[in-house]
């Protein structure tokens, strides 16, 4: 993988790397170690997970394959903190993770101290191909803050006491900017990270697409038209939705985004709030914005539309993750930031796409079947963390991440 950890001096990476490190274990300081095992679903997996999985995979591909001589914190632990990685042999069950009332909290704590302190030691003695295999750690180890958090909140959504994991502002009544839409580009745009910076694997190569002409959205679709979907009978209007969306929304009985309450009120990561209605519709599945934007007279935008037309836009801008404590998407906001917009088009390889060698090829082929893409950032999002040419992915039926929606149409 061509990821160019070296671009920046190693005091960079390394000052990067703790950083990256003391964010997620700040992020769990308000858990308990009950919250911090629970697992509220499969495809959730419990906090003290996180922290510790996020360690395994620094341990595994820079400590054990690069410095000679270093011990494992604990051997067992690559069997249950391995996520999907089959080069590296068998693994506890995913399903499972909710189970690990052992080791606890504090010994998970240790156990990132250990690592962070043989990192720290390994720094200066290590090959370049360690230093590119720590700034994707780092940038691992960001996608897992934002599911920490994603997951934290569906796990807090359990409990019919409500709890938040911290406090935020009321919402201020701002009023939702109008709809306009603006032309993208027509013709041969070039797509895809280009060679220099951090890029994960899937964002290359920079390669060449056809756009038809099409206008697209200038903001997110907001909770306040999600509920003129609701009051117009979109869940219950078989012609607006996928056939597999149809099956699922009545199997699931689902009819409203995932963490509305009431016709009034959401759960968050600050506890039960009055939705704010100008604010992005977050929460919702590939089927249901897929939906909404049928019944809009529009469509999803294609990835290429949607990257293309972020191109100017400053990735680092709008509301994502800073620091410590809740998240909630708000009115207003760019390109990024809020939440992530579902495109309709297949989480699939590129023209000349390669995986990585060794164990950290399994990162993001394989799973390229059967997901979406979604562009952008979140309020979850670490700053700094994503880019036009990023590339999240999730299944169709996927809404526990902040996910929404930008419409776009064909012009
Ligand atoms: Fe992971």
């Known amino acids: 993988m061509a990821t160019h950890a070296r671009q920046g001096p190693c005091g960079d990476l390394a000052s990067r790397l703790f950083a990256t490190r003391k964010l997620t274990l700040d992020l769990a300081a308000p858990l308990s170690d009950a919250d911090a095992t629970i697992q509220p679903f499969p495809d959730a997996s419990p906090a003290k997970w996180h922290l510790a999985h996020t360690s395994w995979f620094f341990e595994t591909f820079v400590l054990r394959d690069h410095l000679p001589g270093y011990r494992a914190f604990d051997e067992r632990y690559a069997f249950l903190f391995n996520s999907y990685y089959e080069a590296e042999g068998p693994r506890h069950a995913r399903p499972r993770r909710g189970m690990l009332s052992r080791p606890s909290l504090d010994e998970v704590r240790s156990y990132r101290a250990y690592v962070d302190e043989a990192l720290e030691r390994a720094l200066p003695q290590l090959p370049p191909a360690a230093l590119d295999l720590i700034e994707l750690g780092i940038n691992h180890e960001q996608q897992h803050q934002e599911l920490f958090l994603t997951d934290i909140l569906a796990t807090f959504a359990e409990s019919p006491l409500e709890p938040a994991y911290g406090a935020l502002p009321p919402p201020q009544c701002f009023a939702a900017e109008p709809l306009s839409w603006h032309a993208g580009r027509e013709g041969i745009v070039e797509i895809g990270a280009s060679d220099g910076g951090f890029a994960f694997d ?81 929460h919702v599945s590939y089927y249901e914005a897929d939906a909404f934007a049928r019944w809009s007279g529009a469509r999803l935008p294609t990835e290429a539309e949607w990257e293309d037309f972020a191109s100017s836009a400053d990735p680092s801008l709008g509301n994502q993750l800073d620091g410590t404590g809740p998240v909630l998407p708000r009115p207003g906001g760019g390109m990024f930031g809020d939440v992530w917009e579902w495109t309709q088009s297949a989480f699939a390889s590129y023209p000349g796409f390669a995986a990585a060698a060794g164990a950290v090829g399994e990162y993001n082929g394989k799973f390229m079947s059967g997901q979406f893409v979604l562009k952008g950032a979140s309020c979850a999002t670490p700053r700094g963390h994503s880019r036009a040419s990023y590339r999240n992915f999730f299944p169709p039926s996927a809404r526990w991440q902040f996910t929404g929606l930008r419409l776009a149409r064909d012009a």
């Open 202 to 282: 899937s964002e290359r190569p920079r390669h060449r697409v056809f756009l038809s002409r099409h206008e697209v959205a200038n903001r997110r679709v907001t909770n306040g038209e999600w509920r003129d979907f609701i009051d117009a009978g979109g869940y219950r209007t078989p012609t607006l939705w996928l056939s597999e969306g149809w099956d699922w929304l009545q199997r699931e009985q689902v009819a409203a985004p995932l963490y509305w309450r009431d016709g009034a009120t959401e759960f968050t990561l600050a506890g039960r709030r009055q939705i704010d209605w100008a604010a992005p519709v977050a």
